[in-house]
């Protein structure tokens, strides 16, 4: 993290006993200042960094009190995963020596309780999306995040909630250039005191991508899946071609872009330090996402079509449905 990372943070505190921000910092690494509210702020903090979303609005200063979509996804795909392994490979159980057996039946009782949690505590019928839960204010987030998809990836949703799910996530979450991180709305405001966050509207990644894609495919949307890839790999296309083989490790994809100012940067960019071996989940994206796309869509992707412009001439479905 940079050095000035959270001094918009402690800024205020610094303020109320004016001093510095360097000052308060250094004092408060001493622990010659106890402040609740700013241990606090860094307990959440701590949990952002965990998630793999640093940093996020939908995660500051809340983050170690949310059961988030994302993490009750990985831990249902895990459980139901570890399950068929026991069945294929090991008969329905396995025991190390003189430890406890481990059976698939208790793995899929496991995957069961927390698919039927998730059900109660993140899925909303009217909005048709998943939120993550605030387990001290027992109740939903309203942040709308695109990690609401990852319950496809992992095969937890029913296939009326996926239905409901991909027609409203559609509609959200797909813009010019792949998916967002989340609303723009659910981001708020930005400015030099709120500035803007990397995991947030209007910026696109290829973990979301990657697992959209599948689990878009996983229940029959195969149309959806293949457009959304399309336009992922166009962005990433388009700025290789036209800015010396620049791959990023993220983009606005709102403005097919991956020139901004944000937190950290944009690593990758930087012309004195473009890797010529590309950046990593970047290049898997790509990847990946070449698997979805039918031999039609690779000939318009090499003659660089913008999306929109292919769809329309391809009479594909673009008004957000799937």
């Known amino acids: ?87 294929e490979h090991f008969g329905g159980k396995f025991a190390w020596t003189g430890g406890r057996e481990l059976t698939a039946a208790e793995w899929r009782m496991r995957a069961e309780t927390r698919r039927q949690n998730m059900n109660k505590y993140l899925w909303n019928e009217r909005k048709g999306l998943y939120f993550d839960y605030d387990v001290v204010l027992r109740e939903q987030s309203v942040y709308e995040s695109v990690t609401a998809f990852w319950a496809l990836w992992a095969g937890c949703a029913t296939p009326a909630q996926a239905r409901r799910l991909v027609d409203v996530g559609c509609r959200k979450f797909e813009v010019r250039g792949g998916l967002v991180s989340g609303t723009e709305e659910s981001r708020g405001r930005i400015s030099l005191l709120r500035p803007n966050r990397q995991w947030d509207f209007p910026f696109g990644w290829p973990p979301h991508q990657i697992m959209a894609w599948y689990g878009m495919y996983n229940y029959g949307f195969v149309d959806v899946a293949r457009r959304f890839a399309y336009r992922w790999l166009f962005t990433i296309t388009q700025a290789f071609v036209d800015f010396n083989g620049v791959v990023p490790e993220k983009f606005d994809v709102v403005n097919m872009t991956h020139r901004f100012q944000v937190e950290y940067g944009n690593v990758g960019v930087d012309f004195k330090k473009v890797p010529r071996e590309g950046f990593g989940w970047m290049n898997a994206s790509y990847q990946v996402g070449l698997t979805y796309l039918t031999s039609h869509m690779r000939r318009a992707l090499g003659m660089l079509t913008p999306p929109d412009v292919f769809f329309q001439k391809s009479n594909w479905k673009i008004d957000g449905t799937p």
Do not use: W
């Not at 700013?38 to 960094?49: I, P, S, T």
């Not at 809340?62 to 895990?78: E, F, G, P, Q, S």
């Open 1 to 87: 993290t940079e050095s000035t990372h959270f001094d918009h943070t402690v800024q205020p505190f610094a303020d109320r006993l004016g001093i510095s921000v360097e000052m308060y910092k250094g004092m408060y690494a001493r622990d010659e200042i106890h402040e609740p509210e700013l241990d606090e702020y860094f307990v959440h903090d701590r949990a952002v960094r965990e998630s793999g979303h640093d940093t996020s609005y939908r995660l500051e200063r809340r983050c170690a009190n949310l059961a988030t979509v994302d993490l009750n996804c990985l831990l249902y795909k895990y459980e139901v995963d570890l399950a068929d392994a026991l069945d």
